[in-house]
């Protein structure tokens, strides 16, 4: 929740509605009785009237005098407040049998205290209505509304922590990352005893990761545990067009901070306001510098009992002001990597907590299938399963919606409406058969799940393949045999029709890509030796490759080229020589894919058993003494 009290838009322009009425019926009521008279009447043409015998009554008032004919119309005319209207009426020439009952009927009206009191309204009312206005912007300026005075108010969402709603229950598969902040903690529950110790606690905790790794959930379930208020605020919100802006808002948050200490200040991608300052091509950005200059003062500005501990989340730490990481501020960093299988286990355990699970799903399974999701992949997996089994009709998510879900994640929804020729199917079954036996025969390669011919995405078909287990260095040997793997298909099909498809395009970029990556970053060639040629520029403010400097000859260049053509050449002649070898297990597999389309992993191994025992890492050379 967020107590910091909000305008209400409806209750306001019900306000404003109600002044504008209120002023326009005082116009209207003031007006009201001009819009009676035509033209202009005169004192002595009512005397005239009334010796004619045209009138049949007057309304005599302290300032004017409704005068009514016999033919309905009525007439106004203004008098001297201080003068007797029917003593002028004499005077010029009015007898008293003009004026007689039978004749006109004069009826006096007592003067009334209303006109006074509405021509004092009408002088004091625009006073109290710019006096109200003012007074109406300054409350909306100290509740931190949307009016003119607010721009400099703090946006951030103050969250108490007496019901906490993540806890460190609710975060999985970033353990270190949880022990890491346990002692923070421990801090804003007992500060006492950190303090008489003499300890200082980090001011300043920054969580590093890819994107869906869990750092704003981790934030949260720090606040969850120690049950204080938590504000949340992202960089851009401090970023305004207007110069000292942001300043104004680091402040103010700062200060709510205070009010509300123990408490948790957590700034979501805190790289849009905290950039190397003074990088760019155009220059400085001075209410970013501004409002980051700020923000080093009020973290470095803390008292050692003042117990507010600032969080934040970025995946770019490496365009971060060193300012911002040197002991006193962002001094602690947390990384939050991508889980393992493990992690993913308990990960997928978090997000099915209320769910109706079939007996059969084992997500044991279902982690190992998962290689490189982080918390976010995982999340929506499962809610993709539960997506399939409401539309299949089912009470329960089945182990076949989650191997779907993972499908569609990786290669997209298939596209059964895709109509292809009997010709383009037979090449595609045997593009993708190619792919699968030539991976299956290599002991390297990761294991064949399922192969298919069905459409998803851009893809026509595709085979899956799913290590045994995660992997954090990869081995020249597991690099080449991947990229033997990726020609296969088009190896097959130039073994098995004697021509060539655009079918193989991304493999061939993969392949190329890997190549040249082994060369060049890797240093895995024997003829260029264990160096790295090329250095990879990256501008700051974009934060991506733009450009690749080139520290290295002409010469070099074109052993690079014809090292990375030698690799390539030798992968698609081992993927051929190996589908020569298993010509009838091709065959076999894209004969049994034309007539289910899909195969999976032990069907696959009952058509082709692996020759090779798979081999996870490489074993290490004996040496003799």
């Given at each position: 929740?967020?107590?910091?009290?909000?305008?209400?838009?409806?209750?306001?322009?019900?306000?404003?509605?109600?002044?504008?009425?209120?002023?326009?019926?005082?116009?209207?009521?003031s007006f009201a009785g001009q819009r009676e008279q035509t033209k202009p009447l005169y004192i002595n043409q009512v005397a005239a009237d009334v010796?004619?015998?045209?009138?049949?009554?007057?309304?005599?008032?302290?300032?004017?005098?409704?005068?009514?004919?016999?033919?309905?119309?009525?007439?106004?005319?203004?008098?001297?407040?201080?003068?007797?209207?029917?003593?002028?009426?004499?005077?010029?020439?009015?007898?008293?049998?003009?004026?007689?009952?039978?004749?006109?009927?004069?009826?006096?009206?007592?003067?009334?205290?209303?006109?006074?009191?509405?021509?004092?309204?009408?002088?004091?009312?625009?006073?109290?209505?710019?006096?109200?206005?003012?007074?109406?912007?300054?409350?909306?300026?100290?509740?931190?509304?949307?009016?003119?005075?607010?721009?400099?108010?703090?946006?951030?969402?103050?969250?108490?922590?007496?019901?906490?709603?993540?806890?460190?229950?609710?975060?999985?598969?970033?353990?270190?990352?949880?022990?890491?902040?346990?002692?923070?903690?421990?801090?804003?529950?007992?500060?006492?005893?950190?303090?008489?110790?003499?300890?200082?606690?980090?001011?300043?905790?920054?969580?590093?990761?890819?994107?869906?790794?869990?750092?704003?959930?981790?934030?949260?379930?720090?606040?969850?545990?120690?049950?204080?208020?938590?504000?949340?605020?992202?960089?851009?919100?401090?970023?305004?067009?207007?110069?000292?802006?942001?300043?104004?808002?680091?402040?103010?948050?700062?200060?709510?901070?205070?009010?509300?200490?123990?408490?948790?200040?957590?700034?979501?991608?805190?790289?849009?306001?905290?950039?190397?300052?003074?990088?760019?091509?155009?220059?400085?950005?001075?209410?970013?510098?501004?409002?980051?200059?700020?923000?080093?003062?009020?973290?470095?500005?803390?008292?050692?009992?003042?117990?507010?501990?600032?969080?934040?989340?970025?995946?770019?730490?490496?365009?971060?002001d060193p300012a911002l990481l040197r002991p006193g501020r962002f001094d602690r960093r947390v990384v939050l990597d991508r889980p393992d299988m493990?992690?993913?286990?308990?990960?997928?355990?978090?997000?099915?907590?209320?769910?109706?699970?079939?007996?059969?799903?084992?997500?044991?399974?279902?982690?190992?299938?998962?290689?490189?999701?982080?918390?976010?992949?995982?999340?929506?997996?499962?809610?993709?399963?539960?997506?399939?089994?409401?539309?299949?009709?089912?009470?329960?998510?089945?182990?076949?919606?989650?191997?779907?879900?993972?499908?569609?994640?990786?290669?997209?929804?298939?596209?059964?409406?895709?109509?292809?020729?009997?010709?383009?199917?037979?090449?595609?079954?045997?593009?993708?058969?190619?792919?699968?036996?030539?991976?299956?025969?290599?002991?390297?390669?990761?294991?064949?799940?399922?192969?298919?011919?069905?459409?998803?995405?851009?893809?026509?078909?595709?085979?899956?393949?799913?290590?045994?287990?995660?992997?954090?260095?990869?081995?020249?040997?597991?690099?080449?045999?991947?990229?033997?793997?990726?020609?296969?298909?088009?190896?097959?099909?130039?073994?098995?029709?004697?021509?060539?498809?655009?079918?193989?395009?991304?493999?061939?970029?993969?392949?190329?890509?890997?190549?040249?990556?082994?060369?060049?970053?890797?240093?895995?060639?024997?003829?260029?030796?264990?160096?790295?040629?090329?250095?990879?520029?990256?501008?700051?403010?974009?934060?991506?490759?733009?450009?690749?400097?080139?520290?290295?000859?002409?010469?070099?260049?074109?052993?690079?080229?014809?090292?990375?053509?030698?690799?390539?050449?030798?992968?698609?002649?081992?993927?051929h020589s190996i589908l020569q070898k298993y010509r009838d297990k091709l065959d076999a597999v894209a004969q049994r894919l034309l007539e289910v389309?899909?195969?999976?992993?032990?069907?696959?191994?009952?058509?082709?058993?692996?020759?090779?025992?798979?081999?996870?890492?490489?074993?290490?050379?004996?040496?003799?003494?």
């Open positions: 929740m967020d107590p910091t009290p909000r305008s209400n838009p409806n209750r306001a322009s019900t306000i404003y509605l109600f002044i504008i009425l209120a002023i326009a019926g005082l116009i209207w009521y010796q004619a015998g045209k009138v049949t009554r007057m309304v005599v008032k302290s300032t004017d005098v409704t005068v009514i004919y016999k033919d309905g119309t009525k007439r106004t005319v203004a008098i001297d407040p201080g003068e007797s209207f029917i003593r002028q009426l004499r005077d010029l020439g009015v007898t008293p049998e003009d004026l007689s009952p039978d004749r006109v009927k004069v009826e006096i009206v007592p003067p009334s205290v209303w006109p006074d009191i509405f021509t004092g309204i009408m002088y004091i009312l625009p006073i109290v209505l710019v006096v109200g206005m003012f007074w109406y912007l300054m409350r909306q300026s100290q509740a931190g509304g949307s009016g003119a005075l607010s721009f400099g108010k703090s946006r951030a969402r103050m969250f108490t922590g007496d019901r906490p709603i993540v806890t460190f229950d609710d975060v999985a598969g970033v353990d270190e990352a949880k022990e890491e902040l346990q002692e923070v903690v421990e801090f804003l529950k007992e500060p006492e005893k950190f303090l008489a110790l003499g300890a200082r606690i980090p001011k300043g905790v920054l969580l590093v990761g890819p994107p869906g790794t869990g750092k704003t959930l981790l934030a949260k379930a720090v606040a969850g545990e120690a049950g204080v208020p938590f504000f949340s605020i992202s960089g851009s919100e401090f970023v305004e067009m207007f110069v000292g802006v942001g300043a104004s808002r680091v402040r103010d948050l700062f200060d709510q901070a205070k009010r509300h200490s123990p408490c948790i200040v957590f700034v979501d991608e805190i790289d849009a306001v905290g950039r190397q300052r003074g990088a760019g091509l155009g220059g400085s950005h001075d209410e970013r510098e501004q409002t980051l200059n700020q923000l080093l003062v009020e973290m470095d500005g803390f008292d050692s009992d003042t117990n507010i501990i600032v969080m934040a989340a970025t995946n770019r730490p490496d365009i971060l493990r992690g993913r286990e308990a990960i997928l355990k978090v997000h099915v907590r209320g769910k109706p699970i079939a007996p059969d799903v084992d997500l044991k399974v279902i982690a190992r299938s998962t290689p490189g999701f982080v918390g976010a992949d995982l999340e929506n997996l499962v809610n993709e399963a539960a997506i399939l089994a409401a539309r299949r009709g089912s009470k329960v998510i089945e182990q076949r919606d989650f191997e779907e879900a993972i499908e569609r994640v990786l290669a997209g929804p298939e596209r059964k409406s895709r109509v292809i020729s009997e010709d383009e199917k037979r090449i595609v079954a045997y593009h993708e058969a190619g792919h699968a036996v030539v991976m299956n025969a290599l002991p390297e390669a990761d294991p064949v799940h399922k192969v298919s011919i069905i459409a998803r995405g851009m893809a026509g078909g595709y085979t899956l393949t799913l290590p045994e287990e995660d992997r954090t260095l990869l081995s020249r040997r597991k690099v080449f045999a991947d990229m033997v793997g990726l020609l296969g298909g088009r190896a097959a099909e130039e073994l098995v029709f004697d021509d060539i498809t655009s079918g193989a395009a991304n493999d061939l970029e993969r392949v190329t890509h890997l190549a040249r990556t082994m060369v060049t970053r890797w240093g895995m060639s024997e003829t260029l030796g264990p160096l790295v040629y090329g250095k990879k520029d990256e501008l700051i403010f974009l934060g991506r490759e733009i450009a690749e400097q080139r520290d290295y000859s002409e010469a070099v260049a074109e052993q690079i080229d014809a090292e990375v053509r030698r690799l390539v050449t030798e992968a698609y002649q081992q993927a389309e899909t195969i999976s992993r032990d069907e696959f191994e009952k058509i082709f058993p692996p020759p090779v025992p798979k081999r996870a890492t490489p074993k290490p050379k004996e040496t003799t003494a």
